[in-house]
């Protein structure tokens, strides 16, 4: 006899929750540090929660899920999550996938949106649970080791910052992913975003690296940057790469990007990963220009809840 046990998140389970999360997926970047610091934080009307799946005591998956946040839509909702590979086909994820449609339910989802592996088993499992297929995104990844473009002279008026020097005031940063991510490829429009919790967010992840991450300024002002998350040994995330309208066209996130790969590997990375939608053919250009190579692919799936 297997038994199967759904419960909420507890410290305890974030190894294995992370574990499985990157199971397979070389290209994602999730300590257990993280896990718990997600699941001890909360946006504004997010009402997140997270479940794992035990089977016979063992935590073996987890599904992370809430009301998305930072947009005047109402009713989006989102679930996340994996099972370890040697436990799925047992059920694990079925029902933690009910676990959390119930949740989003109760706090008013109508449409739930999922991202799902882009392979066969994977999107047959979210087609015939009633999920339908949208949007590719691509992953791609580079070894550090290899070599880089040469740095180029800046134009004049740009200078290449890290984040720290904005720890005391991060607001302008703040004003630049405010912008941009209204533009950014996607079902629902990001258009209120806010201070307070991009604070306790963005700004606030433990794996954050504000040296790391780069902001470009045109004549003092803050333009563009971009967004680095790490393990702390040798793996880089790119999170997210922003330049304000205004000051589009100039190259100011390539100079952003290349400048933060250089300092990861001075700093020692090994490997750096990005993902990118795959209609948001300026960046894949600048990710294709900086040495990264396709890795992996995932797909949006969407599914009304409200019958």
Same mark, same amino acid.
């Given at each position: 006899?297997?038994?199967?046990? !759904?419960?909420?998140?507890?410290?305890?389970?974030?190894?294995?929750?992370?574990?499985?999360?990157?199971?397979?997926?070389?290209?994602?970047?999730?300590?257990?540090? #993280?896990?718990?610091?997600?699941? %001890?934080?909360?946006?504004?009307?997010?009402?997140?929660?997270?479940?794992?799946?035990?089977?016979?005591?063992?935590?073996?998956? &987890? !599904?992370?899920?809430?009301? #998305?946040?930072? %947009?005047?839509?109402?009713?989006?909702?989102?679930?996340?999550?994996?099972?370890?590979?040697?436990?799925?086909?047992?059920?694990?994820?079925?029902?933690?996938?009910?676990?959390?449609?119930?949740?989003?339910?109760?706090?008013?989802?109508?449409?739930?949106?999922?991202?799902?592996?882009?392979?066969?088993?994977?999107?047959?499992?979210?087609?015939?649970?009633?999920?339908?297929?949208?949007?590719?995104?691509?992953?791609?990844?580079?070894?550090?080791?290899?070599?880089?473009?040469?740095? %180029?002279?800046?134009?004049?008026?740009?200078?290449?910052?890290?984040?720290?020097?904005? #720890?005391?005031?991060?607001?302008? #940063?703040?004003?630049?992913?405010?912008?941009? !991510?209204?533009?950014?490829?996607?079902?629902?429009?990001?258009?209120?975003?806010?201070?307070?919790?991009?604070?306790?967010?963005?700004?606030?992840?433990?794996?954050?690296?504000?040296?790391?991450?780069?902001?470009?300024?045109?004549?003092?002002?803050?333009?563009?940057?971009?967004?680095?998350? %790490?393990?702390?040994?040798?793996?880089?995330? &790119?999170?997210?790469?922003?330049?304000?309208?205004?000051?589009?066209?100039?190259?100011?996130?390539?100079?952003?990007?290349?400048?933060?790969?250089?300092?990861?590997?001075?700093?020692?990375?090994?490997?750096?990963?990005?993902?990118?939608?795959?209609?948001?053919?300026?960046?894949?250009? !600048?990710?294709?220009?900086?040495?990264?190579?396709?890795?992996?692919?995932?797909?949006?799936?969407?599914?009304?809840?409200?019958?």
């Amino acid at each position: 006899m297997t038994t199967l046990t !759904i419960r909420d998140f507890r410290p305890a389970d974030a190894g294995a929750a992370a574990a499985a999360h990157t199971a397979g997926r070389e290209h994602l970047l999730l300590t257990p540090e #993280v896990f718990v610091w997600l699941n %001890t934080r909360q946006a504004g009307g997010e009402h997140s929660r997270t479940f794992v799946a035990e089977l016979d005591g063992e935590v073996v998956g &987890s !599904i992370r899920c809430g009301v #998305v946040t930072g %947009t005047t839509t109402k009713g989006v909702g989102y679930a996340n999550g994996s099972v370890l590979p040697a436990y799925r086909g047992r059920g694990a994820f079925t029902a933690l996938l009910a676990a959390a449609e119930r949740h989003l339910v109760e706090h008013g989802v109508v449409e739930l949106h999922s991202w799902v592996d882009d392979r066969p088993e994977s999107l047959a499992f979210a087609a015939h649970r009633g999920f339908t297929e949208g949007r590719p995104a691509h992953f791609a990844g580079r070894d550090l080791t290899l070599p880089l473009p040469a740095a %180029t002279a800046l134009p004049p008026g740009v200078g290449l910052r890290p984040a720290t020097d904005w #720890v005391d005031d991060p607001y302008p #940063v703040f004003l630049i992913e405010a912008d941009a !991510i209204r533009d950014e490829p996607g079902e629902v429009e990001m258009d209120a975003a806010d201070y307070e919790d991009w604070l306790r967010g963005a700004w606030a992840r433990p794996d954050l690296d504000r040296e790391l991450t780069v902001v470009a300024v045109v004549n003092g002002e803050p333009a563009a940057f971009t967004a680095v998350q %790490t393990d702390g040994a040798h793996r880089y995330w &790119s999170a997210f790469t922003a330049c304000r309208r205004e000051f589009r066209g100039r190259g100011l996130s390539k100079l952003a990007k290349a400048e933060s790969l250089r300092r990861a590997r001075a700093a020692g990375y090994r490997w750096a990963y990005t993902s990118n939608d795959a209609t948001n053919a300026p960046m894949l250009a !600048i990710n294709a220009w900086l040495g990264y190579e396709r890795c992996a692919s995932e797909r949006k799936f969407t599914k009304r809840l409200d019958g």
